[in-house]
């Protein structure tokens, strides 16, 4: 099995910065793409910003520019720099890991989810 961890959630005034985190752990071979999402109130999941093993990344447009996404391979660690955040922002921000935890097999497992408040 395989664990994913976030921190770094918390309540920031608009224009303000947050750093998130999520550290993979458990039955690791590799771990291919790792990205983030959010969910708002009664609205579905979205893609926030996805990252290749190779550092390679995408990002929505709503958040080009003011987000940045990195990993440490070493420490199977995605991150998510958040500056200028905006209300809009404001979600619950869940890591997904595409891992092989076994040699012919890739899982796509989740974090639990961290808040992010964005006070106007």
């Known amino acids: 099995q395989v664990q994913l961890v976030e921190s770094g959630g918390g309540l920031v005034q608009a224009g303000g910065s947050l750093r998130l985190s999520c550290a993979a752990s458990g039955s690791i071979f590799s771990i291919n793409d790792m990205g983030w999402y959010r969910q708002a109130p009664g609205k579905q999941r979205e893609l926030v910003a996805t990252?290749?093993?190779?550092?390679?990344?995408n990002y929505q447009d709503s958040v080009k520019g003011r987000f940045t996404i990195s990993r440490d391979n070493a420490k199977n660690t995605v991150y998510l720099q958040m500056n200028s955040l905006k209300p809009e922002d404001t979600a619950v921000y869940y890591c997904a890991a595409d891992v092989r935890d076994r040699p012919w097999h890739v899982t796509r497992y989740w974090g639990q989810g961290t808040q992010v408040t964005v006070s106007s």
């Open positions: 990252i290749t093993s190779s550092g390679s990344t």
